[in-house]
């Protein structure tokens, strides 16, 4: 396992406690989906791995993290960074004054140890990205949302990363550019040997990518199981694939079976 999250609590500003217990592993050179309704804490169990959460006055108050064997749980962000692991937060974050290459470039300096030169990363990322090379001289603020969504995993790239942590990349896109997107994660994951850790409402999506998933709700994993056979379960069905819905997306908690199950589980 390239990453092990074991048995964590997360607390924000010392009271709010929001992740309750949650172990997950990643493989090492897997892609693993985690996924969860708004507010179950998926971005929290992101920023947790990669540090960020101290920048929000979070922290892990029980449980540790390992990264490739060794704790990360009480370091910084930065070092964390510098092992080889990067968070493309949600809402694709680009720095809108700069051009697209200044963005990948800022990747660049958080890079990994003895990872790749500027311009080893520059060719990488528009080879996977030939539209940024296209767009590499354009103001990042703008350029579509798709391209800022591409500018960011770009800049993620740029940090010669073992371990990508993907905070929901197919927000309010358009189906035709998840799909270009999602296509080169998927390369990129083959091709470089990158784990990684997705989060994703888009349950149908995630599942097509990752073979194993977890599933989230208020601060605690509730099932973990193979994409395969989460496809087939009929709560997963019901809440996140949409197969059966009578219009709108149902509120969890409103699955019976889920309930009963849940019952079980906890
Ligand atoms: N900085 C913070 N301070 C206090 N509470 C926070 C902070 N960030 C998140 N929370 C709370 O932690 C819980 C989990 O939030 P988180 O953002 O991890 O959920 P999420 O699963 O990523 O949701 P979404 O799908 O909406 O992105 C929520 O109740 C949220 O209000
Ligand atoms: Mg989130």
Redesign the pocket.
């Known amino acids: 396992m390239i990453l092990k999250i074991n048995n964590i609590e997360v607390k ?2 010392e009271v ?1 406690l ?1 992740i309750k217990g949650v172990s997950i592993e990643v493989p090492d050179g897997g892609i693993v989906a985690l996924l ?10 992101l ?1 947790a791995v990669s540090g960020l959460l101290n920048h ?3 922290e892990v108050t029980d449980g540790s993290i390992e990264f490739m064997g060794e704790r990360i749980d009480k370091m910084r962000a930065e070092r964390i960074a510098r092992m080889g692991i990067v968070q493309v937060i ?1 809402g694709r974050r680009v720095f809108e004054h700069l051009t697209v290459e200044q963005n990948l470039k800022v990747g660049a300096h958080m890079k990994k140890k003895g990872g790749r030169s500027i311009k080893d990363g520059l060719e990488m990322v528009y080879n996977y990205f030939p539209r940024l090379k296209e767009k590499r001289n354009e103001i990042a603020g703008f350029i579509s949302g798709g391209e800022q969504q591409m500018t960011v995993v770009g800049r993620a790239l740029m940090t010669s990363p073992r371990l990508i942590l993907l ?2 990349p197919s927000m309010g896109l358009a189906p035709l550019l998840i799909h270009e997107i999602f296509n080169i994660i998927t390369r990129l994951h083959k091709d470089e040997n990158i784990s990684i850790l997705l ?1 994703e ?1 888009n349950a149908k999506l995630a599942l097509n990518v990752a073979p194993y998933a977890y599933v ?1 709700e208020n ?1 605690r994993i509730v099932m973990n199981d193979t994409a395969e056979k989460l496809r087939q379960n009929p709560d997963i069905k019901d809440f996140y694939l949409g197969l059966k819905d009578h219009g709108g997306r149902k509120n969890f908690r409103d699955v019976k079976h889920y309930k009963r199950r849940k019952r079980w589980l906890t």
Do not use: L
Request: charged fraction near 30%; hydrophobic fraction near 25%; proline fraction near 0%.
């Open positions: 924000y500003h709010i929001v969860g309704a708004n507010g179950a804490g998926k971005s929290t169990t920023k929000e006055d979070g949600e905070d929901e989060v409402q989230m601060g």
